[in-house]
């Protein structure tokens, strides 16, 4: 892969979705704060790693699959003094000094509060597990298949920081190497053995169900619950908990990021070439029954109305 860097701003979690896809981590972005979304993803790639760094203006999930060939591990890379504005990987917070993301069997499962930027690395997986292998980096070996986490101390992590930023930065080959990667990562007393909430995995198939049936109209509460195998009060709960907000209101919402990406034309959509929306045609492709209420739902999420949507891409 030959060097490469590039910047983009993007105007919404769809835009988001498409390069994330692009960039070979299929994923799905989406805005759990009301408001007019910016976000900006960084990307610098080489022969051996990829970096992406991203940061968005309202909080947000992203969720989907991890790519089979690469290792990906992230890190908080802004200065956070509270635990509320901390990032969660799969339910567990990510500070300034956490590596995150190893575990083999884990969908990317993250929430990015406003305001922090989040560093996503990338790395052959077969090589390196080939090398840890020759080297005797059993550890390490145990650790992406048992942990998720791994809490280093300040010095040890901003060396291993610095060691992957040069790799990505320079067309060239650096001093750092896969030796100076696997010694910070394979120290046992620093791993987080994976620890899944039940209430974390019945919120996830909750997103993952309405990224599935976000098209026509929706069922009620009960139906869902029935669907997932749980109560209307243990959605409601487990969503409430992650979330910040009820299920049919997360619902409702990820419909109308929809219904706004529908009205975008494609010259802002990568590799999509399908004609904008009309709003009647989001509005029923959606489930929304009258324009209205769409319209006030619409503003009230956004703070503009459908029609500045489309008169803002002109």
Known sequence: ???????????????????????????????????RFLSAIHITSNHSITRITFSANKKVLITGEKPKTKLQFSHCTTPVNSKNNLPEIYGENVTSTTIAGFGQNLEAHAIIPAGIELTYYSLPKIQLLQYASRQGFESFLEL??????????????????????????????TDFGPRDLLLPLSQKQTQSQIKIHNRLNIAHQFIRWCHNNIEGNPPSLDCIAKQLFVSRR???????DYF???????????????????LIPS????????????????????????????????????GYTPKDTINQFK
């Open 267 to 302: 010259s802002y959509r990568p590799h999509q070439t399908t004609d904008p929306l009309s709003v009647s045609q989001v509005m029923e492709l959606y489930g929304f029954k009258h324009r209205g209420a769409f319209a006030k739902s619409f503003k009230d999420y956004f």
């Open 1 to 35: 892969m030959l060097y490469t860097q590039a910047k983009f701003i993007l105007r919404s979690p769809s835009e988001v979705t498409a390069y994330l896809s692009l960039l070979g981590t299929p994923s799905e972005c989406t805005q759990l704060e009301a408001g």
């Open 234 to 240: 243990t959605l409601i709960l487990a969503v409430q």
């Open 244 to 262: 910040d907000q009820g299920p049919a209101e997360l619902l409702k919402n990820m419909r109308l990021q929809h219904c706004h990406a529908g």
């Open 144 to 173: 992406i298949e048992k942990s998720n986490h791994i809490h280093l101390k300040t010095s040890t992590f901003l060396h291993l920081a610095q060691g992957l930023k040069s790799i990505a930065d320079q067309k060239a080959n």
